[in-house]
Antibody, heavy 122, light 109 residues
């Protein structure tokens, strides 16, 4: 059974940093591209970042470029999001989401974690 | 990276059909056949209902169908059931990025 479990959320002051983790199980983690998607309270979904299985391709939304860094450790089956220079508008539930990553099936999110809440406030 | 445009709300009675539209541009919806739709119940993670414009993952009822014409994609839910009441989001690949719609709240009357 595919499982994605996020952790690391919490309350942080504006300008601060936080590192989110996503522990993956039930599939061959290194073969799949992964994403972070966030949802501000009461708002819609927003794609944040993408990383390919080998970490050779990394993309960011304009809203986080230069402040956030996505990474992965395939030996530990883990995905990370380092968030720096946090702003109030970064307050959201952050989900990790898997891309099916096959020739015939890709560029969508087939499994999601339960999310971790990040609150940026003084 | 502007959000795709969806109606804020739609409604229908049990057994009826509803269609949710999702309008983008030639840089996203119109440029790729990588439109997906997600269902989200309150307090839950999103669940993929449609991918590649009109394909259904295993386990998703065939009451859910998707299509696309030009820069507008659509999700149709036929034979509405009470458990279909949820928020629905469209999403499109946009070349090294993804863009979501603002979400549509489906109410089953």
């Amino acid at each position: 059974e595919v499982q994605l479990v996020e952790s690391g959320g919490g309350l942080v002051q504006p300008g601060g940093s936080l590192r989110l983790s996503c522990a993956a199980s039930g599939f061959s983690f290194s073969r799949f591209s992964m994403n972070w998607v966030r949802q501000a309270p009461g708002k819609g979904l927003e794609w944040v970042s993408y990383i390919s299985g080998s970490s050779s391709s990394i993309y960011y939304a304009d809203s986080v470029k230069g402040r956030f860094a996505i990474s992965r450790d395939n030996a530990k089956n883990s995905l990370y999001l380092q968030m720096n220079s946090l702003r109030a508008e970064d307050t959201a539930v952050y989900y990790c989401a898997r891309d099916p990553s096959t020739l015939l099936s890709k560029y969508f999110f087939d499994y999601w974690g339960q999310g971790t809440l990040v609150t940026v406030s003084s | 990276q502007s959000a795709l445009t969806q109606p804020r709300s739609v409604s229908g009675s049990p057994g009826q059909s509803v269609t949710i539209s999702c309008t983008g541009t030639s840089s996203d919806v119109g440029g790729y056949n990588y439109v997906s739709w997600y269902q989200q119940h309150p307090g839950k993670a999103p669940k993929v209902m449609i991918y590649d414009v009109g394909k259904r993952p295993s386990g998703v009822p065939d009451r859910f169908s998707g299509s696309k014409s030009g820069n507008t994609a659509s999700l149709t839910i036929s034979g509405l059931q009470a458990e279909d009441e949820a928020d629905y989001y469209c999403c499109s690949y946009a070349g090294r990025s993804w863009v979501f719609g603002g979400g549509t709240k489906l109410t089953v009357l």
